[in-house]
């Protein structure tokens, strides 16, 4: 791995028992809460991906998928419920019943779903769930079939959302993805049959070749899925990544901008046609009670337990992160330790921005009260060049739906 120390994490370190400061558990029970799991487990990488994954071979699994623990799908579900169990301990005994589980990655049905059923008991076990408990899981088309979706609605899964990125095949092939696009309406349709009670679907725009057409085919074959939910993305391309090394080499163009706003322009017109809301400006509903309550609470500050390696968590005002490689998280928790490696303790104008940053890409807004004096000040002329507005007799301000592709500007006015 290279010769010396690692370099030291932002923040300060995390203590080995991973209490939290007293200022973070005041007023905890108030607020909702939430769990986000991390499943850091992918068949293949993707080309477009920064996020903390890891394939079998970069583990170390051989074919009959051992490996070291935390390193195997197999025993990785019992070092989350372990984690769940130390989330109690840490946050004691306060009525704290679980609004949202979410199980991310990765590709979380790469595991069983008993393996993702004894998380969610743990959670009950632990905290209690709440009695309209919202519980998802991503999944790529291919990573599930019939028995296996009738299986998570079960062990308490209520909600999927599908990584279908696009319909158009050299799209996908662009992107790593490995699903064959025709699948993607059968596992709509398993679900449903199934028992699950909601479906998501995930696109991305802007990939390089796609052109205006292909992404409306992506749009329109979503649509056909009838889904309750779609979050469309655009490519960012990351540093490090496969994709931004092709980029960098003059394989691939960058993604343009003017593109980018074409193909926002064209889903959300398409979305709002099809019945579709937007509530957050890449994410679209049948109703509010379609949204994503889970990033609902990410987006509103309220406080949530990240699971697993390099989960992030936020309760009251401190953030902390877990060691990134799984079987680095797995003999801490082995040990008796916290697998938290870092943290911060936010400022009341760390919160203050990030309500800034985070609450104006909802519809509803924030109230003005949030921002500064700076910031009020701005509002009048934001509202006269139509990128804000007022609600008339309500002190909330709120993004129009035609400044959304410029929202990160229209913030940056408000945080002078």
């Known amino acids: 791995m290279g010769g010396g120390p690692p370099p030291r994490p932002d923040g300060e ?40 994954t890891y394939t079998s ?13 935390g390193a195997s799908r197999d025993t990785y579900a019992q070092a989350a419920v372990a984690e769940v169990r130390r989330a109690r301990q840490v946050l004691g005994d306060v009525d704290l019943p679980v609004d949202t589980i979410f199980f991310g990655g990765g590709t979380p049905t790469l595991l069983s779903p008993d393996d993702l059923g004894s998380v969610i008991d743990a959670a009950r076990q ?8 919202e519980v998802t899981t991503e999944s790529n088309p291919d990573s599930v079939d019939a028995a296996a979706l009738a299986r998570l ?3 308490g899964v209520n909600r999927v959302s599908f990584g279908m990125q696009s319909q158009v095949s050299h799209v996908l092939t662009v992107l790593d993805r490995t699903h064959d696009p025709r699948r993607v309406p059968d596992v709509v349709r398993w679900a449903r049959e199934g028992g699950i009670e909601q479906v998501s679907l995930d696109l991305i725009y802007g990939t390089p070749g796609e052109s205006l057409a292909d992404w409306e085919t992506s749009v329109e074959a979503a649509l056909a899925c009838e889904p309750d939910h779609v979050s469309a993305y655009s490519l960012i391309v990351e540093d490090g990544t496969a994709l931004a090394r092709r980029v960098r080499r003059g394989e691939l163009p960058m993604p343009d901008e003017d593109d980018l706003a074409d193909k926002y322009a064209a889903a ?18 049948t109703s509010e009670e379609t949204r994503c309550r889970h990033n609902v609470l990410y ?30 998280y797995a003999q801490r928790l082995g040990s008796g330790l916290s697998p938290a490696l870092a943290r911060e303790v936010l400022s009341a ?20 009260s949030v921002l500064d004096d700076g910031g009020r000040a701005a509002v009048p002329g934001l509202v006269a060049r ?6 008339p007799g309500a002190d909330r301000v709120r993004i129009t739906d035609g400044a959304r592709l410029v929202a990160d500007a229209v913030v940056r006015d408000l945080l002078p």
């Open 13 to 52: 370190q995390a203590p080995d028992d991973g209490a939290l400061p007293a200022s973070a558990l005041d007023g905890l029970g108030s607020r909702p809460f939430g769990l986000y799991v991390h499943v850091p487990f992918c068949t293949v990488r993707c080309g477009y991906c920064d996020f903390n």
């Open 57 to 69: 071979a970069e583990l170390g699994v051989g074919p009959d998928g051992r490996g070291t623990p």
């Open 126 to 133: 632990e905290f209690g769930l709440a009695p309209d408990v």
């Open 153 to 155: 609605a079960e062990v």
């Open 268 to 285: 959300d017109s398409r979305l709002v046609e099809a019945g579709l809301s937007w509530y957050e400006v890449s994410n679209w509903s």
């Open 299 to 328: 987006w509103t500050g309220a406080d949530w337990w990240g699971v697993g390696p390099g989960a992030h968590s936020h309760v009251g005002g401190t953030r902390w992160w877990n060691v990134k490689h799984p079987v680095a």
């Open 349 to 368: 104008e760390d919160r203050r921005v990030e309500r800034v940053l985070l609450e104006l890409r909802l519809r509803e807004g924030m109230p003005l």
């Open 386 to 391: 139509g990128l804000l507005e007022v609600a």
